[in-house]
């Protein structure tokens, strides 16, 4: 069983930057394929950005050019660098590992200001 904590979520204005973290209770980094989705109210829940063994990432087509996704694994930390946030950001914001099964987090809310 792996457990994933998210943080980092808050309030801000739009043009604004949250870093986003997922801890994970133990090393999974160095063997899970790790991502970013996020669910704002009344919508699916969709995917933001993925962070593939090998070093590959990819970005939904919404948050390209404005969001960075990395990997500690020295840490077992997964972050979620944003940038030039707008109000339609504003959702529940949640970590997953997928590799053998797959593990989610809480969830951290980040709201955006227009």
């Known amino acids: 069983q792996v457990e994933l904590v998210e943080s980092g979520g808050g309030y801000v204005q739009a043009g604004g930057s949250l870093r986003l973290s997922c801890a994970a209770s133990?090393?999974?980094?160095?063997?899970?394929?790790m991502a970013w989705y996020r669910q704002a109210p009344g919508k699916e829940r969709e995917l933001v950005a993925i962070?593939?063994?090998?070093?590959?990432?990819k970005y939904a087509d919404s948050v390209k050019g404005r969001f960075t996704i990395s990997r500690d694994i020295a840490e077992n930390t997964l972050y979620l660098q944003m940038n030039s946030l707008k109000p339609e950001d504003t959702a529940v914001y949640y970590c997953?590992?997928?590799?053998?099964?797959?593990?989610w987090g809480q969830g951290t809310q980040v709201t955006v200001s227009s």
């Open positions: 133990r090393s999974i980094f160095s063997t899970f394929n």
């Open positions: 962070s593939l063994l090998g070093d590959i990432t």
């Open positions: 997953n590992a997928r590799g053998f099964a797959s593990y």
